[in-house]
Every structure is written in structure tokens, then in C-alpha cells.
């Protein structure tokens, strides 16, 4: 799937597939140095995080573990709720293991924080947080992300992994949509 795909709904593309490629090859490389020697588990945040996640676990050399949860903080909306639910958790317990979170977006940070609280209270020897996308807003909360993709505009974006009303996600790219998708 791709921009001819979806018609007149899409904006404007914010950050290009090849954008995407090379921003997480060097974050891949980052994150080989900074665990080596470590025994990695990659936790994923479903759904949105589903592209970053396949992209950046085969851009590492680290032979990592993967595990997924699922939280739910926005419906199907545009906003944050700050209510955060785990619709599915962790299979494997991460007692002394290398937690690196990995996300698709922080926009409040309000998931992110809640979500780091709860694993940090698993008694893991760390956690960290990759995201592919920072908005403004998440530098109001006071939680640490190791490794940032890209920092965006306050802007809804769909694409690689991102939703609106759970379409869009399959877009190789992260663009914005047409405001008549958001009336319609
Ligand atoms: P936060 O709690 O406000 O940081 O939002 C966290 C979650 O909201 C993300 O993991 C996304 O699933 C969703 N989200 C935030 N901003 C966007 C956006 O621009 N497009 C699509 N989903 C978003
Ligand atoms: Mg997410």
C-alpha cells in the first residue's frame, strides 16, 4: 500500500520510507553498541509499534528476544485519554532482564510514563525507550527516552504503523491527512 492508495486523503508525506530506513539503521547501531554484552528483550507496544518494531529488530546485530503488550489510551479518537488499560500483557516475566520499550509515537507521554512505571515495578535490571516519533507535548513530562527517531510538528500523523480509526497503517511512509477524512 502505498500514496496512490488512499486518494486525496493524504496531506502531506512528513517523513519518507528511505527517512525511516537510515534514521533506524543508526538507531540500531546505537542500540548494538550500548548493549553489548547484554542480553536485550525488545518490548513492543501494539498495534502502532508493529513496523517499527520489524524494521528496527532486523537493522540490529544484537540477537535480541521480542515480546509484545498492548495498552489502550485513545479510543479511537485523536486524543490522549491518559487512561491507560493493558488489553494484553508481557508473556514472559522480566525479572534482571534489558527491557528497551519500543513505540511508535510520544504525544502526551502520559502512555509512556504509565507504561514505564508498571515494568520498572517488575524489578527488570533497566528500561529504556526507543520511539520512532516525539510531538512537542512529550517534553512536558518528565520521562527519560533514550532514543528518538524523529522529533515531528503537533500534528496527527498516520503511516508506518499509525492509525486513524485503525486504518492507514500499512503506509510505508508517516504523512498527515486531508481534513475532510477527519469531518467525513
Ligand atoms: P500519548 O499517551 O499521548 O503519548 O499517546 C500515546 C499513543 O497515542 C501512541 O502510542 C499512539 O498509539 C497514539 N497517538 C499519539 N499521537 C498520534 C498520532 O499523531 N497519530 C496516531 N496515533 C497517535
Ligand atoms: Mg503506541
Known amino acids: 500500500m502505498d500514496e496512490n492508495d488512499v486518494g486525496s486523503d493524504l496531506e502531506k508525506v512528513l517523513i519518507t520510507e528511505e527517512q525511516i530506513r537510515t534514521r533506524l539503521a543508526e538507531m540500531a547501531a546505537e542500540v548494538d553498541r550500548d548493549y553489548a554484552g547484554k542480553d536485550l528483550l525488545l518490548v513492543?507496544?501494539?498495534k502502532g509499534a508493529v513496523m517499527v518494531m520489524a524494521d528496527f529488530s532486523r537493522a540490529l546485530r544484537t540477537n535480541a528476544e521480542m515480546d509484545w503488550m498492548a495498552v489502550s489510551s485513545y479510543g479511537s479518537g485523536t486524543?490522549?485519554?491518559?487512561?491507560?488499560?493493558?488489553?494484553k500483557d508481557l508473556d514472559k516475566d522480566i525479572t534482571?532482564?534489558?527491557?528497551?520499550?519500543?513505540?511508535?509515537?510520544?504525544?502526551?507521554?502520559?502512555?509512556l510514563s504509565w507504561l514505564k512505571a508498571n515494568l520498572s515495578s517488575r524489578g527488570p535490571a533497566s528500561v529504556q525507550v526507543l520511539t520512532l516519533l516525539r510531538k512537542p507535548d512529550a517534553a512536558k513530562?518528565?520521562?527519560?527516552?533514550?532514543?528518538?527517531?524523529?522529533?515531528?510538528?503537533n500534528e496527527f500523523v498516520v503511516g508506518y504503523g499509525l492509525d486513524f480509526a485503525e486504518k492507514y497503517r500499512a503506509l510505508p511512509f508517516v504523512g498527515t491527512l486531508a481534513p475532510h477524512v477527519y469531518s467525513s
Open 44 to 46: 513492543g507496544v501494539l
Open 79 to 87: 486524543k490522549s485519554s491518559g487512561v491507560v488499560r493493558i488489553l
Open 96 to 111: 534482571d532482564r534489558d527491557v528497551l520499550v519500543v513505540e511508535d509515537i510520544i504525544d502526551s507521554g502520559l502512555t
Open 141 to 153: 513530562v518528565d520521562v527519560d527516552v533514550r532514543y528518538v527517531g524523529f522529533d515531528i510538528p
